[in-house]
Structure formats: structure tokens, C-alpha cells
T-cell receptor
Framework: NAGVMQNPRHLVRRRGQEARLRCSPMKGHSHVYWYRQLPEEGLKFMVYLQKENIIDESGMPKERFSAEFPKEGPSILRIQQVVRGDSAAYFC??????????????FGPGTRLLVL | GDSVTQMEGPVTLSEEAFLTINCTYTATGYPSLFWYVQYPGEGLQLLLKATKADDKGSNKGFEATYRKETTSFHLEKGSVQVSDSAVYFCALSGAAATGGGNKLTFGTGTQLKVEL
């Protein structure tokens, strides 16, 4: 049973470019979460999605950041016009539909974004 | 809002020493509590969890007890190994009824170094 998959594992962008991060949840999981880990810091919640719905985006910056989880395919976190402060590790997590176990989130290996 | 406070690291121990990493939390309602471990360059792995007061989570020799009266979830291990060297994160998940939803709130992490 494959775990949460993220790609790319490493991404280098120049200021002003777009970064697109992908996340495929574990098989059978329909809830996806994105977190950001800045250097030497803990993880901060960004957004929580279900298929075709954004449930909670309270941690997303108001500008340049967007997320989607289409009916088919992976979840995408998109960062437009990247700046150096966007350099961080971005982690995706997924959880199953069943409410009793929904709280346990399983993390992917992360995408490390470096903005030059 | 919800918050998690962990003891600062790094914590350096000799192999076979006793480990305690303190974690306290602030939350409304009845959160679930987690410990995650992050090895260098990797994502987070769930180490253990507890979903209600007085529950004890345990895994791989690690354990933590959910103490509602002291709002704590300290991580302990009786005899650490070099392979336990990693960063440990305490986290909570708000109960859906309180509106905390499914997002995890993390502490800043505690780096553990175990030496021979």
C-alpha cells in the first residue's frame, strides 16, 4: 500500500516564477492537508481539502497561493510569482474518510522549494 | 486559538539514557494528541497518539500519557538508541465539534541527538 506521494521532491525557482507542487494521497484517503515548514520551525497548517472542495484555507496566504483537489488526479498547491520567503518544505498529508480515524494524518516526504 | 509548546532542543543523550521531551497544549474542547518523528530529509511519521484523557499512546518503546489536568503529553523512552536521533514534534487535532476541524497544530519540534 503506497504511502502519500509528493513530487517533485526538490524544486528550484527564480523569483517571479510559478511553483506547482503535487500530492497523491494514500489509497482510500479522500482528505488532503498542506503544511509548510520554514527553516528551523515547526509545521504550519495551510489548507484542508476534500475532492473538489476547499474545507479550510485559514492558513493560506491571501495572495499568490492556491490549492485544488480535483475529482481525478493529485492535489496541487500552486504558488504564483514566488519570492525568497516562500523557500520552505511543503508537506502534504492525507486521512481516510471514516470519521473515527479521520484525525490521524499520514505525511508525504515533502517538496523542498528553493527560490533563488 | 490552539497552541502546542515543546521544550527546546537540541537534547543530547548517551545511548541507553532515559528520554523525556515535554509537551503542553492549549485547546478548547477535547483534542487528540500526537507525537510525530522526522528523520533528516524525510517527512513526518506518526509515532503515537492518544484521543482522550488518561489514554497512553505507545510505540517502539516510546510512550506518552494524555493528562488533561496538566494539559500535557510528555514523550518518554526508557533507553534511547543512536537510531532514535531525529526531530520530534508534538501536535494536537481539534475536535470537530469545537470547530477545530481536522488541522494539526504543531509544536516547534525538539531535536534529539543520541551518542554512543
Amino acid at each position: 500500500n503506497a504511502g502519500v506521494m509528493q513530487n517533485p521532491r526538490h524544486l528550484v525557482r527564480r523569483r517571479g516564477q510559478e511553483a506547482r507542487l503535487r500530492c497523491s494521497p494514500m489509497k482510500g484517503h479522500s482528505h488532503v492537508y498542506w503544511y509548510r515548514q520554514l527553516p528551523e520551525e515547526g509545521l504550519k497548517f495551510m489548507v484542508y481539502l476534500q475532492k473538489e472542495n476547499i474545507i479550510d484555507e485559514s492558513g493560506m496566504p491571501k495572495e499568490r497561493f492556491s490549492a485544488e483537489f480535483p475529482k481525478e488526479g493529485p492535489s496541487i498547491l500552486r504558488i504564483q510569482q514566488v519570492v525568497r520567503g516562500d523557500s520552505a518544505a511543503y508537506f502534504c498529508a492525507s486521512s481516510p474518510l471514516v470519521p473515527a480515524t479521520r484525525e490521524t494524518q499520514y505525511f508525504g516526504p515533502g517538496t523542498r522549494l528553493l527560490v533563488l | 486559538g490552539d497552541s502546542v509548546t515543546q521544550m527546546e532542543g537540541p537534547v543530547t543523550l548517551s545511548e541507553e539514557a532515559f528520554l523525556t521531551i515535554n509537551c503542553t497544549y492549549t485547546a478548547t474542547g477535547y483534542p487528540s494528541l500526537f507525537w510525530y518523528v522526522q528523520y533528516p530529509g524525510e517527512g513526518l511519521q506518526l509515532l503515537l497518539k492518544a484521543t482522550k484523557a488518561d489514554d497512553k499512546g505507545s510505540n517502539k518503546g516510546f510512550e506518552a500519557t494524555y493528562r488533561k489536568e496538566t494539559t500535557s503529553f510528555h514523550l518518554e523512552k526508557g533507553s534511547v538508541q543512536v537510531s532514535d536521533s531525529a526531530v520530534y514534534f508534538c501536535a494536537l487535532s481539534g475536535a470537530a465539534a469545537t470547530g477545530g476541524g481536522n488541522k494539526l497544530t504543531f509544536g516547534t519540534g525538539t531535536q534529539l541527538k543520541v551518542e554512543l
